[in-house]
Each structure stands twice: as structure tokens, then as C-alpha cells.
């Protein structure tokens, strides 16, 4: 049972990335799904949350309207696509899975994931 995290890499700032979670051993259909991000010297921070049955999503104001979380069922996987990339978006950023979990509690870390992925690096740089 675990979740794989890929897609990370240096960016120049505007650029965009797409991170994928790959989850083997167990099925997404009943998870939700997070995106969090830990950048050097700071706490772990929710990106973004996706619903199990992918009706509700919730951003971080700080990358509402850049970034898109999505999933896909059938493939086992959930995505973060980022676009007009910062460089305060410079973090080693981790997906996780929380069994029907409410969104905003877990994006909070109220509630914590049960599976958590080994985090990609994020570096955005010119």
C-alpha cells in the first residue's frame, strides 16, 4: 500500500508542472486526495484537497486559480497541474490519501491522511 509521487523538477517562474500520485496496493475510489508542500524551514502546508467521489475541491488562496487538482479513478491516480509557477512555490510537495475524508479537515491536517506518498521536489528558479 503506497502512494507515488512524481512530476517534480526545476521550472524557470511562469512556467508550469504537472505532479501525479500514483497509488498501488489499494484503490482511490474511496479516498480523498491532498496535495501539501514543505518548503525549507517551514511547516507542512495543504495545497490543495479533492473529494473520493471528486464533487468538491478546496485550493489554498495562495494557489487558488494557478493550480488544478484532478483525478482519475480508472488509473489509480490523482494530479496537480500548477501553472505561473513562483518561486515561493519552491517546496518538496507530497500527495495524500485520507478513506472518506472530509476535504477541508484534511487539508487542514485535522484530520490526518492515511497514506502519505514520499514528496517530489518542486524548484522554481531562473
Known amino acids: 500500500v503506497q502512494l507515488q509521487a512524481s512530476g517534480g523538477g526545476l521550472v524557470q517562474p511562469g512556467n508550469s508542472l504537472i505532479l501525479s500520485c500514483l497509488a498501488s496496493?489499494?484503490?482511490?475510489?474511496?479516498?480523498?486526495i491532498g496535495w501539501f508542500r514543505q518548503a525549507p524551514g517551514k511547516e507542512r502546508e495543504g495545497v490543495s484537497v479533492?473529494?473520493?467521489?471528486?464533487?468538491?475541491?478546496h485550493y489554498a488562496p495562495f494557489v487558488k486559480g494557478r493550480f488544478t487538482i484532478t483525478r482519475d479513478n480508472a488509473k489509480n491516480t490523482a494530479y496537480l497541474r500548477m501553472e505561473s509557477l513562483k518561486p515561493e512555490d519552491t517546496a518538496v510537495y507530497y500527495c495524500?490519501?485520507?478513506?472518506?475524508?472530509?476535504?477541508?479537515?484534511?487539508?487542514?491536517?485535522?484530520?490526518?491522511?492515511?497514506?502519505w506518498g514520499q514528496g517530489t521536489l518542486v524548484t522554481v528558479s531562473s
Open positions: 495524500a490519501a485520507g478513506l472518506r475524508a472530509n476535504i477541508l479537515m484534511m487539508f487542514q491536517l485535522w484530520v490526518y491522511p492515511d497514506i
Open positions: 496496493g489499494f484503490s482511490l475510489d474511496d479516498y480523498a
Open positions: 479533492i473529494s473520493s467521489r471528486d464533487e468538491d475541491t
